[in-house]
């Protein structure tokens, strides 16, 4: 009875891949516009640099190719379990079975910029394949068209997984520590490459994963090359009907809440108040939520592995500094605080007075949560690795850097809200908050830049007279917690309602504010390019190797400066910080300019 009620497969296909368009084009106004014509911009060019790399360079094609099935695996990771525009528990209530509503879910999975642009690049598969005549250029087509869904296939798998599973507090560390160690890898993971002598083993390497099969098979006499084709879609077949199983369970656990009620009484608050009962409740919320649960465990274990990715290659300057780097991605990790709690903000409003204690609160279970695990890991670090020079550095900057974490990040909870979904009305991926990603991921750049601004008296103090520096790290410690955490508790005071009805409701609508979205398109891509990219020359090429020069550290890891002759490098160092300023600057005043033009014009 159920297939009567119930469209066939290519029209319930049809229908999901309209309704995926439908949201996309809805979504489709002022900043979300211009990150989507930006990320298709940049898409577009790395995959025409994949075709490029199968015509000049056609023996790294499969570490290329490689490049773009991580993408695939760890994206959904770094965005907290994936962004589903269209999720399972919608479709709970269809009369038809999950092997059909994965199938019409994986073609709507199709219907979006990302899919076409590594269409794009897979295309270098063909190309790589006119090496070996006709035949290559058709199996070539068949492996990317293969390779194109094999790669989204374990992409929702992964989603899949991470929904399901992820309904513990160690199960959502454990997806914190793969997201931290990825992202130390992103920035340090040559290091152990060169250790081992990835030369030998890699080209081998990326030939057995996924996104190797398709040159393997145009590398291979036709009839290896038609099963290994064979082969590929078998696993497409096996990853659907993994996919369709776990869709299955996930719905059947989003019904019955989600996570697991705990078990026993429940311990009471203690009896006190102000902000000590204020800092239990959030210490609480630190240790229940997955979300904080996850965001935690990813700093703690990037500011573990990043360090020691080096150590790999006898590279011991970064250990001294684990803590202080777990320090400022905690704080960046944790810049949305009122945000990812949802409109329970009503509560702390509804009572008299209570925001100072809860600013204050928060401050306090913020520097209980992180500033031990800081502490333990910066004396660690430092005695490990025997560099005696680093004790005033890390004795100073630990308590700067503690308090301006803890006055920072309530500043930017009140001052640059983003808004997500209430914990109780998550769906049934618990480590998505709802929030826009993107807003979230600039929230976080700005903490990376304004926490360790924090510790700049301590450290000019530290080059002055190196144990003066603790007194001063400790000073501006304690004034940046107590001076950003007042302007924090005031601002809640005057603007609460505003910011629950931001919560509630989202952003209010402006139409005569110019946002980014309103510059010409040349300009738009530009301004979201130069936040993306600014950092590299302003801080890896061109404040580290300054404070290394200063300090005659010898270790030149990855800084292409202490790679030049002496004469060349403190040009090189100059020039780099000149281009990240100046593509900050163009960020920064390309949309103020069209501010003041057009409130000139009005």
Request: charge should be positive.
């Amino acid at each position: 009875m159920a297939h009567l009620l119930t469209p066939g497969q290519a029209v319930l296909a049809r229908n999901m891949i309209r309704m995926r368009l439908a949201v996309m084009r809805n979504s489709l106004r002022g900043d979300n516009a211009s990150n989507l014509y930006t990320g298709v911009s940049l898409g577009l060019v790395l995959a025409i640099a994949t075709i490029a790399v199968a015509v000049l360079w056609p023996v790294h094609l499969p570490v290329t190719l490689a490049v773009w099935l991580s993408g695939w695996i760890f994206g959904p990771i770094f965005v907290g379990g994936g962004s589903e525009a269209l999720r399972p528990e919608y479709f709970s209530m269809l009369p038809a079975t999950p092997g059909r509503i994965a199938a019409a879910l994986l073609a709507g999975a199709f219907a979006g910029p990302a899919p076409a642009v590594n269409l794009v690049a897979l295309l270098s598969l063909p190309v790589y394949g006119w090496r070996f005549g006709p035949a290559g250029v058709l199996v070539g087509l068949a492996a990317a068209v293969l390779t194109l869904v094999t790669m989204v296939m374990i992409s929702r798998v992964v989603v899949a997984l991470i929904g399901l599973f992820v309904r513990s507090r160690a199960t959502a560390a454990a997806v914190g520590v793969v997201t931290g160690t990825v992202i130390a890898l992103c920035g340090n993971g040559w290091a152990p490459v060169a250790a081992l002598g990835g030369a030998s083993w890699s080209p081998l390497f990326v030939r057995v994963l996924p996104s190797g099969w398709g040159v393997a098979a145009i590398e291979a006499p036709w009839f290896l090359a038609l099963a290994i084709l064979a082969a590929n879609a078998a696993v497409i077949a096996l990853l659907l009907a993994a996919w369709s199983g776990l869709l299955a369970r996930r719905v059947v656990s989003a019904a019955r809440g989600g996570v697991p009620p705990r078990r026993g009484t429940p311990r009471p608050l203690p009896a006190a108040g102000g902000a000590r009962i204020a800092a239990a409740k959030e210490l609480r919320v630190w240790g229940r939520d997955l979300v904080r649960v996850q965001l935690l465990a990813t700093a703690l274990s990037f500011a573990v592995v990043m360090p020691l990715l080096l150590v790999t290659i006898d590279v011991w300057v970064m250990v001294p500094f684990t803590g202080l780097i777990a320090i400022v991605m905690g704080a960046a990790t944790s810049a949305n605080l009122y945000g990812s709690d949802g409109t329970a903000l009503w509560l702390t409003l509804m009572t008299p007075g209570a925001e100072r204690a809860d600013v204050r609160g928060r401050q306090l279970a913020w520097l209980v949560v992180v500033g031990p695990a800081a502490l333990a890991l910066s004396l660690a670090g430092t005695l490990v690795s025997g560099l005696a020079w680093a004790w005033p550095w890390v004795l100073g900057l630990l308590p700067a850097l503690l308090g301006g974490g803890a006055g920072v990040v309530v500043l930017l909870a009140v001052t640059s809200l983003v808004p997500g979904t209430d914990p109780h009305r998550r769906g049934g991926n618990p480590l998505s908050t709802g929030a826009d990603e993107t807003a979230e991921t600039s929230l976080a750049w700005l903490v990376l830049l304004a926490v360790p601004a924090t510790a700049l008296p301590a450290a000019g103090a530290i080059l002055l007279t190196p144990w003066a520096g603790v007194v001063t790290g400790v000073l501006t410690g304690v004034l940046s917690a107590w001076g950003l955490g007042r302007i924090a508790y005031r601002r809640l005071e005057s603007h609460g309602v505003e910011l629950l009805n931001l919560m509630k409701y989202g952003p209010a609508p402006e139409p005569g504010e110019p946002a980014t979205a309103d510059l010409p398109t040349h300009h738009r891509i530009g301004v979201t390019i130069s936040y993306l990219i600014a950092w590299l020359p302003l801080f890896p090429q061109g404040l580290a190797p300054l404070i290394m020069k200063i300090l005659g550290v010898e270790e030149r890891v990855w800084f292409l400066a202490l790679y030049l002759p002496p004469v060349w490098q403190w040009p090189t160092i100059i020039f780099m910080i000149a281009i990240g300023l100046l593509m900050y600057g163009y960020a920064i005043l390309i949309p103020m300019r069209l501010s003041s033009s057009s409130s000139t014009t009005r």
